[in-house]
């Protein structure tokens, strides 16, 4: 079983900048590809970034693309995500999730392991 626990949410204007962290169980990154999604009220739940479990290669969202970053610290068991540039349309829940497997993993299905999720709001 796999534990992950976000925090970081909060309400900013836009334009402002916010980093989640998601705190995993030991040894998350090597065997799990790991990512960040979120979902708005009355939409699916959608990808925002993730980053791979061998190469740590990073791969975002259009959406986020040149706004968000992704990273991890594995000492620390931490998995991180600067949003910067916010948008009233980034309001959303975030969840962090670990997937088995390897490569770039998009899909909400393949996720097997979901924190609780940490709620971003921003405002216009």
């Known amino acids: 079983q796999v534990q992950m626990v976000e925090s970081g949410g909060a309400l900013v204007q836009a334009g402002g900048s916010l980093k989640l962290s998601c705190a995993t169980s030991?040894?998350?990154?090597?065997?799990?590809?790991v990512g960040w999604f979120r979902q708005a009220p009355g939409k699916e739940r959608e990808f925002v970034s993730t980053?791979?479990?061998?190469?740590?290669?990073?791969y975002y969202a259009d959406s986020v693309k040149g706004r968000f970053t992704i990273s991890r610290d594995g000492p620390k068991n931490t998995l991180y995500l600067q949003m910067n540039s916010l948008k009233p349309e980034d309001t959303a829940v975030y969840y962090c999730?670990?997937?088995?497997?390897?490569?770039?993993?998009?899909?909400?299905?393949?996720?097997?392991?979901w924190g609780q999720g940490t709620q971003v709001t921003v405002s216009s």
């Open positions: 980053i791979t479990r061998r190469t740590s290669d990073t």
């Open positions: 999730a670990a997937a088995p497997g390897f490569g770039v993993i998009t899909t909400t299905a393949r996720y097997s392991y």
């Open positions: 030991p040894r998350t990154f090597e065997r799990y590809t």
